[in-house]
C-alpha cells in the first residue's frame, strides 16, 4: 500500500498542503485522522518530511546581482516581444474580420440583385396553376369554343369561388 500511495498526486498534494499549512479546519482535521489510523498514509508524511529535511541541509547558493540583472533583462525582454506579437496579431484579425464581412455583405448583394434582376422561372406555372389542377377536365373538352362557352353560363364561376380565385 506504501508504493501504491507514493504515486497518488493526490495524496501527496494534500499531505504538502498540510505541511506547509495550507488547509482549512476541517481538512486538516480529515488528515490528522487519517495520520491516526492509517500507517501507510503517515509513513508518506514522513517521507515527505525527511525530503524537506534534507533539502533544508542542502547549501544556498549565492547569486550575484549580474545574475539578477541578466535575469531580469531577460523577463523584461521576453514581456516585449509577447507585447508586440499581440499587437502584430490584432491587425490580423481586423483584416481577417473585414474580409469575411465583405464577402458576407457582396453575397447579400448578389442574391438581392439576382431576385430582382432574373425572372422567377415558376411564375408561369403559378400562373397556370388553376388550369393545370383540372387539366384532366379541359383535356376532355373538344376546342377552346367550348370551354369559352361553358365560361359564358357560368360554369366556372362557381368554381372559382369554392378554390377562392
Same mark, same amino acid.
Given at each position: 500500500?506504501?508504493?501504491?500511495? =507514493?504515486?497518488?498526486?493526490? $495524496?501527496?498534494?494534500?499531505? @504538502? ?5 495550507? %488547509? ?7 488528515? +490528522? +485522522?487519517?495520520?491516526?489510523? #492509517? ?5 508518506? &508524511?514522513?517521507? &515527505? ?20 540583472? @541578466? @535575469? !531580469? ?6 514581456? =516585449?516581444? #509577447? ?14 474580420? @473585414?474580409?469575411? $464581412? ?22 408561369? $406555372?403559378?400562373? #397556370? %396553376?388553376?388550369?393545370? +389542377? ?9 376546342? !377552346? ?5 361553358? +365560361? =359564358?353560363?357560368? $360554369? ?10
Amino acid at each position: 500500500m506504501i508504493g501504491n500511495e =507514493s504515486q497518488n498526486p493526490e $495524496l501527496h498534494d494534500e499531505l @504538502t498542503a498540510y505541511l506547509d499549512g495550507e %488547509l482549512d479546519a476541517e481538512a486538516v482535521r480529515r488528515v +490528522e +485522522e487519517r495520520l491516526a489510523r #492509517d500507517p501507510a498514509y503517515h509513513a508518506e &508524511l514522513q517521507k &515527505l518530511e525527511r525530503a524537506w529535511d534534507l533539502l533544508d541541509r542542502l547549501p544556498r547558493s549565492a547569486v550575484n546581482e549580474s545574475f539578477t540583472k @541578466t @535575469t !531580469i533583462e531577460m523577463v523584461a525582454l521576453a514581456a =516585449s516581444d #509577447d507585447a508586440a506579437a499581440a499587437q502584430q496579431a490584432r491587425p490580423r484579425r481586423a483584416k481577417h474580420l @473585414t474580409a469575411a $464581412l465583405g464577402a458576407v455583405a457582396a453575397a447579400l448583394v448578389g442574391f438581392v440583385a439576382g431576385h430582382f434582376l432574373w425572372p422567377n422561372p415558376n411564375a408561369a $406555372l403559378l400562373r #397556370d %396553376l388553376p388550369v393545370i +389542377e383540372h387539366f384532366e377536365l379541359y383535356y376532355q373538352a373538344d376546342n !377552346i369554343d367550348f370551354l369559352k362557352l361553358l +365560361e =359564358s353560363e357560368g $360554369l366556372f364561376a362557381e368554381q372559382e369561388g369554392e378554390h377562392g380565385g
